[in-house]
């Protein structure tokens, strides 16, 4: 059964203070890991795929990477404007559709 | 394009009454998933399409949920008789795959208080 796991659950950052955020899955073939941003009251928002190992993507403060067994969001230099919940989704080689982790609820002290 | 377009945005009703989301996916996207969000359980599928066609459906708790795709511009997720333990946040989804990854597109979801 395909899993993925993300941590921590929540991250509390001031203003510029870079962090990372994780996912591990467990999937048999990776054909895709994907992150998504949640605001309040609104749907997941795509973010980025992934698709193989030592890729990277980069979307202005964000950067997600991929090991084999994880991937990381990098968030460097945090506005307000980044809180949000950010989910990550993984879908195997037996798939298309992706199983989601249950996400990390981000805030950024101003 | 304007998304995937859900109503209502919120539903209000007594147990034992029947509630219907309802979903508009994207123009040409060819599959179309129905998702509940809990805090105590994150987000789970529940039904997908795949051409107007039911592919999955395990993942509906109970009889009491059905789902339906007449058209390629239109589904529902119908409860009948709602509980107390269906509220949630439903989501629908629409893709377009093409034999290959492609992002969900989310609507913004119908919040679901049955009381």
């Known amino acids: 059964e395909d899993q993925v796991t993300q941590s921590p659950e929540a991250l509390r950052l001031q203003e510029g203070e870079s962090s990372s955020l994780n996912c591990s899955y467990t999937?048999?073939?990776?054909?895709?890991l994907f992150w998504y941003r949640q605001d309040p009251g609104k749907g997941p928002e795509f973010l980025f795929t992934?698709?193989?190992a030592g890729e990277e993507k980069e979307k202005e403060r964000l950067k997600a990477t991929l090991t084999k067994k994880e991937s990381f969001l990098h968030i460097t230099a945090p506005k307000p404007e980044d809180s949000a919940t950010y989910l990550c989704?993984?879908?195997?080689?037996?798939?298309?559709?992706?199983?989601f982790g249950r996400g990390t609820s981000l805030i950024v002290h101003p | 394009d304007a998304g995937v377009i859900q109503s209502p945005r919120h539903e209000v009703t007594e147990m034992g009454q029947e509630v219907t989301l309802r979903c508009k996916p994207i123009?040409?996207?060819?599959?179309l998933f129905w998702y509940r969000q809990t805090m105590m359980r994150g987000l789970e599928l529940l039904i997908y399409?795949?051409?107007?066609?039911?592919?999955?459906d395990s993942g509906m708790p109970e009889d009491r949920f059905s789902a339906k795709m007449p058209n390629a511009s239109f589904s529902t997720l119908k409860i009948q008789p709602s509980e107390p333990r269906d509220s949630a946040v439903y989501f629908c989804?629409?893709?377009?795959?093409?034999?290959?990854?492609?992002?969900?597109?989310f609507g913004n979801g119908t919040r679901l208080t049955v009381t």
């Open positions: 399409f795949n051409n107007n066609v039911p592919i999955d």
């Open positions: 989804a629409s893709s377009f795959m093409q034999g290959d990854n492609s992002p969900l597109h």
């Open positions: 999937v048999s073939g990776l054909r895709g």
């Open positions: 123009s040409g996207h060819d599959y």
């Open positions: 992934l698709y193989s």
């Open positions: 989704a993984a879908s195997s080689g037996g798939s298309y559709i992706p199983t």
